[in-house]
């Protein structure tokens, strides 16, 4: 017990160092200054290029995204995702010792060449991410979660990030068996994730971009926004699922595209009672009575 405990100790004060050192010492592997560099580049592109001419540059509910961006990628591994995650790895580890398994990886990419390594990576986490994005709108408890991201009124780069603080727990849950079982390390996670980042920041911005025929490989923002569109045919729960990568929709059959959706409303049914404020969109999935109007704020 007492290694758990340490384990947790350490997670918390490790994690303090590394985000104040993160904020205060920039570096080309600096987290924090690449996701201010990509959100104030993909921001200047919505200034001087926006798709909706007549949507503020403060658009509705910026700082609110901001605020979500900052918490959900630093200020909520500080207050529990290390701490937690690291003790679940060190009790699954220890469950397959007890098993006689003290190494799970079944892929060795060491050998392998930077750019296989890389692509594969992407390729395998983008299409787990994919599965699980749509899970969240197929099943209820999960949608519940999922209605934060849904909740954007008006598209812009930092709508990107926001999302209720348990989808990290389900996405980090169901990738890490997986992607452990390939042989990668940190940089190769980080640079991933970095160009992922990116893609994500670009598909929500306010920006008419298609990539051209590269559509088919790429989601992008006139793909993106039909599934944040309010209104869909009857009987889907969801369409256009792909984070990064569009390709999986159009393989199984989830890409909806019927016209640009320049001005399409955006939100899902049931909106008009729906919190407007951090706190009560974080603690709505676990009321019962969603129409409560204690949290309807």
Not at 132 to 160: D, I, N, Q, T
Not at 200 to 207: M, Q, R, S, V
Not at 214 to 222: A, E, M, S, T
Request: glycine share 6%.
């Amino acid at each position: 017990m007492q290694k758990y405990i340490d384990i947790i100790y350490n997670a918390y004060f490790g994690y303090f160092d590394y985000l104040k050192n993160e904020i205060l010492y920039p570096s080309f592997l600096n987290y924090f200054w690449w996701l201010f560099g990509l959100s104030v580049f993909v921001w200047l592109l919505e200034i001087f290029f926006p798709w909706r001419e007549n949507q503020s540059i403060l658009r509705k509910d910026f700082w609110l995204d901001g605020f979500y961006m900052f918490f959900n990628f630093f200020l909520f591994s500080l207050i529990a995702y290390n701490a937690i995650s690291n003790v679940a790895v060190e009790l699954f580890n220890d469950l397959l010792g007890s098993l006689g398994v003290e190494n799970i990886v079944a892929i060795q990419v060491e050998s392998w060449p930077t750019w296989v390594q890389f692509l594969l990576l992407f390729v395998v986490a983008d299409f787990m991410q994919w599965n699980v994005h749509r899970a969240l709108h197929k099943y209820p408890a999960l949608w519940e979660f999922h209605k934060v991201h849904h909740s954007v009124e008006e598209m812009g780069f930092a709508a990107h990030l926001r999302f209720h603080w348990m989808e990290t727990i389900i996405y980090k849950t169901v990738q890490y068996i997986p992607l452990a079982m390939i042989g990668f390390g940190l940089i190769d996670f980080f640079i991933v994730h970095i160009f992922t980042t990116a893609i994500g920041h670009l598909n929500h911005a306010n920006l008419r971009i298609t990539y051209g025929p590269l559509k088919f490989v790429f989601n992008n923002p006139v793909m993106h926004i039909w599934h944040h569109a309010k209104h869909l045919p009857k009987g889907l729960n969801g369409v256009n699922y792909g984070l990064t990568l569009s390709v999986w929709d159009y393989l199984f059959g989830t890409a909806y595209i019927p016209n640009e959706g320049k001005n399409e409303a955006l939100g899902f049914e049931g909106m008009e009672s729906f919190p407007k404020t951090f706190w009560y969109q974080t603690i709505y999935p676990f009321h019962t009575k969603k129409n409560n109007e204690n949290i309807s704020q």
